[in-house]
């Protein structure tokens, strides 16, 4: 008797994309690398992988992905670096994983799927959870690695339309990041 | 934000989220997405959800651990619970953003109040399947 339908669902984000905020060839971008994460998961699944692994494998991707606020291409803080958080749960066994703040981690997906399975904890934090990621041997990049031009233009704005606040004359057409207000 | 669900051949189910974080987020934010039960959650007795939103919302709502908690306990299905789950709970709160559900049954949602969200699904029989806007 078959059992569930093997399945994997992907999400990159929510936020105030109307339509014709992008042009055909960025939505067409979008879609392709969410279709690579979908595949590349789902072939997990079909080779009898397990969940874990399907997630993992699906979120590496996006993660690496310039289009999406995780991993590269992540937004930047008021300080202007790039701060990313993670974490992952086994519905088999109720274990889970997770870290933040770390700014050296290339795929912070995996370092929270090591705190899960290779430490007695679920979260770590910041210079905690970078070291655990270098006893762990994973792979570690310079901060630089993460920024994108986009993103730093909007943080830019962003930082110049707060001045422009503060000194009493708002700026109405400064442009503001989609993402301002989304995770 | 990024996040993935999957049902593997065994019927486990697993739940992760990836992210940047609040753009201009000041010093020591933490949002949902590291928050177990706020931005993720998985049980195979209910289902898995990755979220992506206003994370002081979903951490204030225990938005993922609530949308199983409603299939777990209530034995909804997963599209009752994530609907009740965001456009009622969290946008009663004035909180926005959204979920990906899926239930140990094979049954998937993506729900959100947001003007959009960017989503996908593949299951066994169907081809990839993507959108971006309501």
Known sequence: MAGPPLTILVHGGAGAMEKGRYTPEEEAAYKAKLTEALEAGYAVLERGGSALDAVETAIVILEDSPLFNAGKGAVFTRDGRNELDASIMDGATLNAGAVAGVTRVRNPIRLARAVMEKSAHVMFAREGAEKFAEEQGLELVSPAYFRTEARWKAYRDALEKEKKGKEGKPDKGAAADADYKYG | ?134
Request: charged letters at 20%; glycine letters at 18%; proline letters at 1%.
């Open chain 2, 1 to 134: 934000t990024v996040g993935a669900v999957a049902l593997d051949a065994e019927g486990n189910l697993a739940a992760g989220t990836s992210t940047g974080g609040m753009s201009m987020k000041r010093y020591g934010r933490v949002g949902d997405s590291p928050i177990i039960g706020a931005g993720t959650f998985a049980d195979n007795r209910s289902c898995a959800v990755s979220s992506t939103g206003h994370g002081e919302y979903f951490i204030r709502l225990a938005i993922a651990r609530d949308v199983c908690a409603q299939v777990e306990y209530a034995g909804k299905s997963v599209a009752e619970a994530a609907r009740d789950v965001i456009h009622g709970r969290l946008q009663g709160l004035g909180g926005d953003g959204g979920v990906i559900v899926l239930g140990k049954d094979g049954g998937y949602t993506m729900e959100f109040n947001s003007k959009g969200m960017f989503r996908g699904v593949k299951q066994a029989g169907g081809p990839a399947q993507t959108a971006i806007y309501d």
